[in-house]
């Protein structure tokens, strides 16, 4: 039996297929190209390498669509009749790609932890349960699922760049700000183009309210992250907006946008910055033209065959509907988000406690009903970790708490949230203006104020 370029067995006696293995996990790790084309290749080369059909089965839960789902689950039933005599590692890695495509998004990233204590150096497994544990909201697992794997990873190991760009966003979202931003920066000097490690100390500058040096950290990067095959330039560009948008630089934001994201409705990954950005824009009084409109286009054509796939995808759905008055389109999304929060299983309780209170809130600010969005935004805010994405994402719930508060006349409510925001954001410019706003004093006032913030 072969094995991989980190020495793990692989189910293929053909060392070409090998090769296309090992630059299918190099392609995820760098998010450059198609890591799925490669693992095809490997399956031209040896249709019976069900190693490399689970790991397509793998990579494609990673992009959290239910069309996706349905093509990890045929790769999973091609590889099949293979895996008998597939690795012990490679049979324990389709189960936990099982339990992943049947929606048990806990037990199989639980299942991907169990390949990792006899194999740490599985980038495969340790990737994809990084991008799971991000989805499902799992910052103590973004940190430490690295961390217990990390003592078997050196400079020897290929892609360890990767992994320890992986620790840095981990670590960010655990609030170690210092610590990752030391990984981050250590990740890219052993691989300036780990667009992961680029993001992970370009979140800790969003944090830290380090905002010109995040303009710079980011325009200084830009040909490793903004690279045409760069999977993840939509999502930087996206950091680099919102640093713009805390200077108030409106047309910074919208060409950013436009570059980058106005074509970004064919995943639902892009559409969830897209529509992020245009719904703060809003918050700030900008007009945004026919670009929410196109945006809520994207989410109703994908709404019958997404719809209560994903609480988080479901929430920036609403914000699109919301925002574009289509209120059609709201109700069939509410609908099967109540289906969805009728499950028992992980995206079931992410609806529960998060999306349902977060979708109406939305509707219910732009149907000019504040008092009806700050009652349900504060219900659900502070316990929002738990339908996934990172801090700079969910920061957005608060941002709309403020606004609600704001439009409703609780200002005292919305200068509470602000102090945190701001304790949180030192240097954050677009919170001073909201805190002047909401007390209808001046920034310069309001810094006085908050002094020590």
């Known amino acids: ?114 390949v990792l204590v006899e194999y740490p150096r599985d980038a495969l497994a340790l990737q994809v349960a990084h991008v799971i544990d991000f989805f499902r909201g799992d910052s103590l697992n973004l940190r430490n699922r690295v961390a217990r794997v990390l ?104 060409a950013l946008y436009d570059e980058w994201l106005a074509g970004a409705g064919g995943m639902a990954i892009s559409r969830v910055d897209a529509t992020a950005l245009n719904w703060r824009l809003m918050l700030e ?39 574009a008055g289509r209120a059609a389109a709201g109700r069939r999304l509410t609908e099967r988000i109540r289906h969805a929060a009728a499950r028992g299983d992980a995206n079931g309780e992410m609806s529960r406690v998060v999306a349902l209170g977060a979708c109406e809130a939305a509707f219910a600010l732009c149907g000019g009903r504040p008092d009806v969005a700050v009652e349900r935004l504060v219900e659900i805010r502070d316990g929002a970790s738990r339908f996934g994405g990172s801090h700079a994402q969910r920061d957005l719930l608060t941002l709309t708490l403020v606004e609600a508060a704001t439009r409703s006349s609780q200002a005292s409510l919305a200068a509470h949230y602000l102090a945190e925001r701001l304790v949180q954001r030192p240097g954050n410019r677009w919170g001073t203006r909201l805190m002047a706003r909401a007390r209808g004093g001046s920034p310069a006032a309001m810094r006085e104020v908050l002094g020590a913030t």
């Open 151 to 254: 003592p078997h990873w050196s400079e020897a190991v290929p892609g360890y760049a990767y992994v320890l760009g992986m620790h840095a966003f981990g670590l960010e979202e655990c609030n170690q700000y210092p610590e990752a931003e030391h990984a981050g920066r250590r990740a890219l000097d052993l691989a300036a183009d780990d667009s992961w490690a680029i993001h992970a100390v370009t979140h800790v500058m969003e944090m830290q309210g380090r905002i010109d040096e995040g303009i710079a950290w980011l325009d200084r990067r830009r040909d490793a992250w903004g690279a045409a095959d760069n999977g993840f330039a939509f999502h930087n560009a996206w950091h680099l907006a919102l640093f713009h948008l805390d200077r108030a630089d409106h047309a910074a934001v919208l």
């Open 285 to 323: 009084g900008v007009d945004v033209g026919a670009r929410a409109e196109a945006m809520a286009d994207a989410w109703e054509a994908d709404l019958d065959a997404e719809g209560g796939f994903y609480a988080f995808n479901d929430f920036h759905a609403s914000l699109a509907f919301a925002q």
């Open 1 to 114: 039996m072969l094995t991989d370029a980190r020495g793990l067995p692989v189910d293929t006696r053909d060392p070409r297929a090998v090769q296309h293995f090992d630059r299918a996990i190099a392609s995820f790790q760098t998010y450059r190209g198609d890591p799925v084309a490669p693992l095809d290749e490997a399956l031209g080369v040896d249709p019976a390498f069900a190693g490399a059909r689970v790991a397509k089965a793998l990579v494609l839960m990673t992009f959290f669509e239910r069309r996706f789902a349905k093509d990890a689950r045929a790769a999973l039933e091609a590889a099949g009749p293979s895996l008998a005599r597939a690795s012990a590692r490679e049979q324990a890695l389709a189960r936990a790609a099982g339990r992943l495509v049947d929606g048990d998004w806990h037990g199989g990233t639980a299942a991907l932890d169990r």
